[in-house]
């Protein structure tokens, strides 16, 4: 599958789970409307699905800053990953 197929699978996840999601050319944006503060470090993101050297260039769910997220056939762990650091919750 491609990046764009899986972004957008990851998309549907993470809409069932109420977040709002935009898929666009520049990735999938997310955004938790739920987190109730303004200045949360954390309250939306945009992922990219990419290959990952690490992993004999398999495609990764990647955060804006570079994190990998989880490898793009385990959409369900990446839709974990993502609620968790747009709870708003500080870690």
């Not at 690490?54 to 762990?77: K, N």
């Given at each position: ?51 990952r ?19 793009a056939?385990r ?17």
């Amino acid at each position: 599958m491609t990046p764009e197929v899986r972004l957008a699978a990851l998309a549907a996840h993470l809409a069932a789970r109420k977040l709002d999601v935009q898929l666009d050319s520049d990735g999938l944006r997310v955004r938790n409307p739920h987190v109730k503060s303004c200045c949360t470090q954390h309250t939306g993101d945009t992922i990219s699905c990419r290959t990952r050297d690490e992993d004999g260039a398999g495609l990764w769910y990647f955060t804006s800053w570079g994190e990998p997220i989880a490898p793009a056939d385990r959409v369900t762990d990446a839709a974990v990953f993502v609620l968790g650091y747009l709870s708003g919750d500080e870690r």
